[in-house]
């Protein structure tokens, strides 16, 4: 029996998380998608001026040293997806 019970507790948490994610996606979805959007590049934008010296943007700050021990791991794909190439089907969206 309470196994039973169980299995249906657990299917009808499914069944609500569902229907969360569904009027999710109906009605804010576009919305969380450009925040999210917005967000990384913001973030890019802060590291090019902190740490744009590698790509060749001359920045002379005592103060973005201060950031560069919270950026070391993201370097590396922030590099690649700066530098990266773009289709024009990409832009569209």
């Known amino acids: 029996m309470l196994a039973v ?3 249906l507790q657990s299917a009808l948490h499914r069944a609500k998380v569902a229907v969360i994610d569904v009027l999710k996606g ?3 979805y576009d919305m969380i998608r450009d925040l999210e959007k917005k967000a ?4 890019h934008m802060l590291m090019l001026v902190v740490i744009g010296d590698m790509l060749g943007f001359p920045v002379s700050s005592y103060y973005r040293l201060k950031l ?3 950026w070391v791991h993201r370097i590396k ?3 690649t997806s700066l530098l990266k190439e773009y289709d024009i089907l990409e832009r569209l969206e």
């Open 5 to 7: 019970l169980s299995r």
């Open 26 to 28: 109906a009605t804010v």
């Open 40 to 43: 990384v590049l913001a973030e």
């Open 68 to 70: 560069l021990p919270y």
């Open 77 to 79: 794909t922030w590099k």
